[in-house]
């Protein structure tokens, strides 16, 4: 199994709604990373997560609050989200140890903020 | 610092050969990724190639790494409709992987 599955696919949400995103991998990865990615950008680092510990916030606004409940799950916590959020949120894996192994991407989650 | 460039656009026949390049500046990276992202979708990891080599090919896919250069290239070979997408470039930088800015692949008839 190399799939990070990512649910939902799709989501809308007002701004004064409270959301999560969810992450999930089988394949015994340590290292679990949030991207964000507006249209036609390449897409740009949130967080990292590193043994279930946060490693890297790439300076996110608080309004974007991530969890790593266990090895295998990486959530993100939405709330009084601005619409300039909208964007595709990837979740991606690795062993977590640099040059081990390739990072694998999920297929993303199309937020719209209203 | 760590940068990744790629040119934005690429226009082929289909039939043809793409290749698209990428410079990029972390001497360090063990690997070097190629993603392709169809629209509205996630990444698809394509290929990598790890920083001791020189050429990998992989049926359609050959990506050639010149380390003294920092350059890396994807060629597509019989280039068809299906292939037009977004391919990224991207390093893998200090717990984290770089990303350039996306090459927009289009296919001619």
């Known amino acids: 199994d190399t799939e990070v599955t990512q649910t939902p696919k799709h989501l809308v949400m007002g701004m004064t709604n409270k959301k999560s995103l969810k992450c999930e991998q089988h394949m015994g990865h340590r290292a679990m990373y949030w991207y964000k990615q507006k249209a036609k950008k390449p897409p740009e680092l949130m967080f990292v997560?590193?043994?279930?510990?946060?490693?890297i916030n790439e300076s996110v606004p608080s309004r974007f609050s991530p969890e790593c409940p266990n090895s295998s799950l990486l959530n993100l916590h939405l709330h009084a989200l601005q619409p300039e959020d909208s964007a595709l949120y990837l979740c991606a894996s690795s062993q977590g140890r640099r040059g081990d192994t390739e990072a694998f991407f999920g297929q993303g989650t199309r937020l719209t903020v209203v | 610092g760590e940068d990744v460039e790629q040119s934005l656009f690429l226009s082929v026949r289909e039939g043809d050969s793409s290749v698209i390049n990428c410079t990029y500046t972390?001497?360090?990276?063990?690997?070097l990724y190629w993603y392709k992202q169809e629209p509205g979708a996630g990444l698809q990891l394509l290929t990598y190639i790890f920083s001791n080599m020189d050429m990998k090919q992989d049926q359609r896919l050959t990506v050639l790494l010149n380390k003294k250069d920092k350059h890396l290239s994807l060629r597509i070979a019989d280039t068809q409709t299906g292939d037009s997408a977004i391919y990224f470039c991207?390093?893998?930088?200090?717990?984290?992987?770089?990303f350039g800015s996306g090459t927009r692949l289009s296919i001619r008839p």
């Open positions: 991207a390093e893998e930088g200090a717990s984290k992987i770089i």
């Open positions: 972390d001497s360090s990276s063990t690997y």
């Open positions: 997560y590193s043994y279930e510990k946060l490693s």
